[in-house]
């Protein structure tokens, strides 16, 4: 395991990377790590209140980023201690159109490291007016 400084402690971290693979770009296949799990559930692009202030995939993402970033607080928990994300997008290409300003808000509220991260295009999510769902697992070290 690779040991890094999440500021506090030192965070075990083992990115699981078959050796013929080639390297992701912007996550891992895998990682292994030891702490305290939390779980985020699918956090949209609301605000505290309920209400979109956009409409677009980068906007929703952006909010919904923050959300994990707010709930990921009350456990002690801040980005550098994610180590899996699942994103629900209801739109593929707008996704792709916008990912440069999904990966800015990304590296702004997240930061860059190497999660395992997965994407999956869905017809829709329960909140109509969503475009973007994203769930996490966190691990505070012990």
């Known amino acids: 395991m690779k ?18 693979w ?9 990682v292994a790590v030891r702490g305290r799990l939390v779980f985020v559930a699918g956090m949209i692009g609301w605000d505290a209140e ?7 995939t980068a906007g929703q993402a ?10 990921l607080a009350e456990a002690g928990a801040r980005p550098e201690h994610i180590v899996r994300m699942t994103w629900y997008l209801t739109d593929k290409r707008e996704y792709l ?23 999956v295009e ?3 999510l329960i909140e109509d007016r969503a475009k973007v769902e994203i769930e996490v697992t966190a691990v505070i070290p012990d």
């Open 50 to 56: 309920g209400r979109f202030h956009h409409d677009d």
């Open 62 to 71: 952006r909010q919904a980023l923050a959300n994990v970033v707010a709930v």
């Open 122 to 124: 869905v017809q829709a």
């Open 97 to 119: 159109a916008q990912q440069k300003q999904v990966g800015a808000a990304f590296r702004e509220l997240i930061g860059s490291y190497n999660a395992a991260m997965t994407a």
């Open 22 to 30: 080639p390297r992701p770009r912007g996550y891992s296949n895998g």
């Open 3 to 20: 040991p890094f400084q999440d500021g506090v402690r030192t965070v075990s971290l083992q990115i699981l990377q078959p050796p013929d």
